[in-house]
C-alpha cells in the first residue's frame, strides 16, 4: 500500500467541517444579526465610554485627569454628598426588600386562609392591581392625597383638630412613607410566588399533623414557614444584586428638600451626570456603581444556585 | 378536628381568627382601593375645592373631554399609543429572533453568542456612556431614543427562550427532514405555537412602554415629543403654574381625569394576561 497525503488530517478536516456548518446555518446568524447589533450598540459600545471617569468632561472640556474624579467623590468636594446617596441606597433597598419579603409572606399566609376561591381571587387582583401603574401615576397619586392644601389625608387630619403635614417635603416622613408607598405598589405582586410555593407543598404533611393534634398555628409554624424558606431566600438573594439601582420610585417622590434622606446614588449621577453635564464626574460614580453592582450580582447569584440545588426533592 | 365555623369551645379560636382576617382583608381591599376611588371621584367632579368625599359634589365629564380635545393633552396620548405600539412590535420581533438563534444547539458559537448577550445582565457602561451614546447617534430628542434601547430586554428573552425550548424536539427533526430553512421554520411552526408566550411576553413590553419615564427624563427636552407619563408628571408638579388656556379653569378635575387615563390600558389588558404572569414567574423560580 502506497502511502497517499493525508488529506483528512484531524486538524483540517476539522476546520473545514466547522466552515461548512457555519455556511450551512448562515440563516441564524443573520437573524441574530439585529439582536447582536443592539447589544452591541446599546450595551458595548458606551463600555468604551467607561475611560471618561478618569477626564475631566463637559460640554466645555474634555482632559485627562487620573483618579481626580474618584479623590472628588470619595474625599473631596461630593464626598458628603456622594457617601450620603450610597447610605440612602442601602437603607432604602434593603428595608424595602426586607419589608417586601415579610409583608408579601405574611399577607400570602393569610389570604390562604380565606376558603371561597372567589373571594380570595377578588382580593389578589384587587391588591395586585398597583403593581401594573407606573411610578410616574403613582407618585402622581399619593402627591394628591398627600396634600398639605386640601388632600385626602390632611383632610382627615384637620377633622382631629391637627394641624397639616406636608408630608414629602418633611425628613421625618418622607422615608416612612416611602416605604409604605412601595409596599402599597408592590405587596400584591409579591404574594404571588409564595402563593405559588405554598401550593407544591405535600398535602400529607397538614394531615399528618392534623392527626397529630397540631392546630392550623402550629401547622403554619412548623409546615408553611420552614417549606417557604427556600423560596424566600431566592427572592432574597436575587434582589439583592439589584439594591444599587433603584432609581424611578425615588426620583419622582423626592425632590430638594429631603435629599439628606432620601438621595440614592443614581439621582446623585443624574443631577451631576445629566444636568449639571459633569460628564465625567458621571461616569466615575456610575463605574463605582457598576462595578460593585456586579460583584453583588455574581455573589449572590452563586449563593442562589447554592439553594436551588439544595431542594431538588 | 374538621373546620366548623362555630363558639363552640375547641372550635372558638379558630372563627375568631377567621372573623379577624376577613376584617383585616376588607381594611387591606379598602385601603388599596380608597386612593383609586378618590381620583376618579375627583376626576368627574368640577369643584375647585378639595374635601374627603369619595364620589364628586359637581358631576362632570369636561376633564376628559378636556383630554381628548386639547391638542396639549391629546397629542402626549398619541405618542404614548405610538411608542407601545412599535416598542412592542420591535421588543418582541428581538426577543424572538434572539430566543429562536440560541435554543439552536449544534449552532457554532451559540455559547459564545449567549454569554455576549447575557453579560449586558450582568455589567453596564452607566447612565452616562449610554446617554452619549445616544446622543453621539443623533437620536436625543427624537421618539427612536425611547423606542430602540429599551427593545433590548435580556430578561424577557430568557423568558421567549424558556418557551421555546418546550416545543417538541420531534417537530424540528420533521421540519430538518423536508428541507425547510431556519427562517420558514421560525415563521411556520415557532410563532404560530408561541401565540401564549407571545401575549405575554408582549404585555411585559406594552406595560414596560406605556409606563415608561426614565428614557424620557434622560434623552427628551423637547416637550411635543413628550409621551403621556411625562405629562401627567408636569400637570401634576406645576399645579400652581399651569398657564395654558385649554386646560386650566376645570379645577382639578383635569389632573385626576389625568392619571385615570395614564392608568387604564395596563390595568384593562393585564387581567386577560394574569394566567401567564404565574406561569412566568414560577418558570424563573422553579424550572424543572
Redesign the interface.
Given at each position: 500500500m502506497i502511502e497517499s497525503i493525508d488529506l483528512t488530517s484531524k486538524r483540517s478536516y476539522k476546520s473545514r467541517k466547522i466552515l461548512n456548518k457555519i455556511k450551512k446555518d448562515k440563516f441564524y446568524y443573520l437573524m441574530f444579526a439585529p439582536v447582536f447589533i443592539m447589544a452591541v450598540i446599546f450595551h458595548y459600545i458606551p463600555m468604551f465610554g467607561i475611560r471618561y471617569a478618569f477626564y475631566k468632561f463637559t460640554p466645555f472640556k474634555k482632559e485627562f485627569i487620573g483618579l481626580e474624579n474618584f479623590e472628588n467623590i470619595f474625599f473631596g468636594v461630593n464626598s458628603q454628598r456622594f457617601w450620603n446617596a450610597v447610605g440612602n441606597t442601602i437603607y432604602l433597598s434593603l428595608a424595602n426588600l426586607i419589608l417586601g419579603i415579610i409583608a408579601s409572606v405574611v399577607f400570602a399566609l393569610l389570604l390562604n386562609e380565606i376558603y371561597n376561591k372567589k373571594i380570595r381571587s377578588a382580593i389578589q387582583t384587587i391588591v395586585y392591581l398597583p403593581h401594573f401603574l407606573s411610578w410616574v401615576v403613582t407618585a402622581s397619586i399619593f402627591a394628591i392625597i398627600l396634600s398639605p392644601q386640601g388632600g385626602f389625608v390632611n383632610n382627615i387630619l384637620q377633622l382631629f383638630g391637627k394641624e397639616p403635614i406636608n408630608f414629602l417635603i418633611n425628613e421625618k416622613w418622607w422615608r416612612p412613607i416611602f416605604l409604605l408607598i412601595y409596599r402599597w405598589k408592590e405587596t400584591g405582586w409579591g404574594t404571588i410566588i409564595y402563593l405559588a410555593a405554598m401550593t407544591s407543598i405535600n398535602p400529607q404533611l397538614y394531615e399528618a399533623a392534623e392527626i397529630d393534634g397540631a392546630g392550623r398555628w402550629k401547622q403554619t409554624i412548623y409546615i408553611t414557614i420552614p417549606s417557604l424558606i427556600p423560596t424566600i431566600l431566592v427572592v432574597f438573594i436575587l434582589n439583592l444584586g439589584k439594591v444599587l439601582n433603584i432609581f424611578e420610585s425615588v426620583f419622582v417622590l423626592y425632590n430638594p428638600m429631603v435629599y439628606n434622606v432620601a438621595d440614592v446614588i443614581e439621582t446623585f449621577t443624574y443631577r451631576i451626570g445629566m444636568q449639571q453635564a459633569d460628564y465625567g464626574l458621571g461616569t466615575a460614580i456610575g463605574l463605582f456603581k457598576s462595578f460593585i453592582a456586579m460583584i453583588l450580582v455574581l455573589i449572590t447569584n452563586k449563593f442562589s444556585k447554592r439553594i436551588k440545588g439544595s431542594d431538588i426533592l | 378536628?374538621k373546620?366548623k365555623f362555630s363558639f363552640k369551645p375547641g372550635y372558638r379560636?379558630?372563627t375568631v381568627?377567621?372573623i379577624l382576617?376577613?376584617i383585616?382583608?376588607v381594611l387591606?381591599?379598602i385601603?388599596?382601593?380608597?386612593?383609586?376611588i378618590?381620583?376618579l371621584a375627583?376626576s368627574f367632579d368640577r369643584t375647585t375645592?378639595?374635601?374627603?368625599n369619595l364620589w364628586p359634589k359637581n358631576p362632570s365629564i369636561i376633564a376628559y373631554k378636556t383630554i381628548f380635545s386639547a391638542e396639549a393633552l391629546y397629542r402626549p396620548l398619541l405618542i404614548s399609543f405610538f411608542t407601545t405600539i412599535t416598542g412592542t412590535f420591535l421588543g418582541l420581533?428581538?426577543s424572538t429572533?434572539?430566543a429562536?438563534?440560541l435554543i439552536?444547539n449544534?449552532?457554532?458559537g451559540r455559547n459564545f453568542?449567549a454569554f455576549?448577550?447575557f453579560f449586558?445582565?450582568?455589567?453596564?457602561?452607566?447612565?452616562?456612556?449610554?446617554?452619549?451614546?445616544?446622543k453621539n447617534?443623533g437620536m436625543t430628542n427624537t421618539l427612536w431614543a425611547v423606542i430602540?434601547?429599551p427593545?433590548?430586554n435580556v430578561y424577557n428573552?430568557f423568558l421567549m427562550k424558556n418557551f421555546f425550548e418546550q416545543i417538541p424536539e420531534s417537530l424540528f427533526e420533521s421540519a430538518d427532514i423536508d428541507g425547510a430553512?431556519?427562517?420558514l421554520v421560525?415563521i411556520k411552526i415557532v410563532l404560530p405555537l408561541s401565540l401564549p408566550a407571545l401575549a405575554s411576553i408582549g404585555l411585559f413590553f406594552g406595560?414596560q412602554y406605556?409606563?415608561?419615564?426614565?428614557n424620557y427624563?434622560?434623552y427628551i427636552t423637547n416637550t411635543d415629543l413628550y409621551n403621556f407619563?411625562?405629562k401627567?408628571?408636569e400637570l401634576?408638579l406645576s399645579e400652581q403654574t399651569l398657564t395654558d388656556p385649554s386646560i386650566v379653569g376645570f379645577g382639578?378635575s383635569v389632573?385626576?381625569a389625568?392619571?385615570i387615563v395614564?392608568?387604564i390600558p395596563?390595568?384593562i389588558i393585564?387581567?386577560f394576561c394574569?394566567r401567564f404572569?404565574?406561569t412566568g414567574?414560577?418558570m424563573g423560580?422553579?424550572k424543572e
Open positions: - | 378536628m373546620e379560636g379558630r381568627f377567621r382576617n376577613g383585616f382583608m387591606v381591599v385601603s388599596m382601593l380608597i386612593p383609586l378618590k381620583i375627583d375645592t378639595y374635601g374627603i420581533l428581538f429572533l434572539g429562536y438563534v439552536q449544534d449552532l457554532v453568542l455576549f448577550i449586558t445582565m450582568i455589567f453596564s457602561g452607566g447612565l452616562v456612556p449610554t446617554y452619549l451614546v445616544v447617534l430602540l434601547p427593545s433590548f428573552m430553512s431556519p427562517m421560525f406595560v406605556w409606563n415608561d419615564f426614565f427624563v434622560i407619563q411625562v401627567l408628571r401634576i382639578n389632573r385626576n389625568a392619571i395614564a392608568m395596563p390595568m393585564y387581567p394574569q404572569f404565574i414567574i414560577t423560580a422553579v
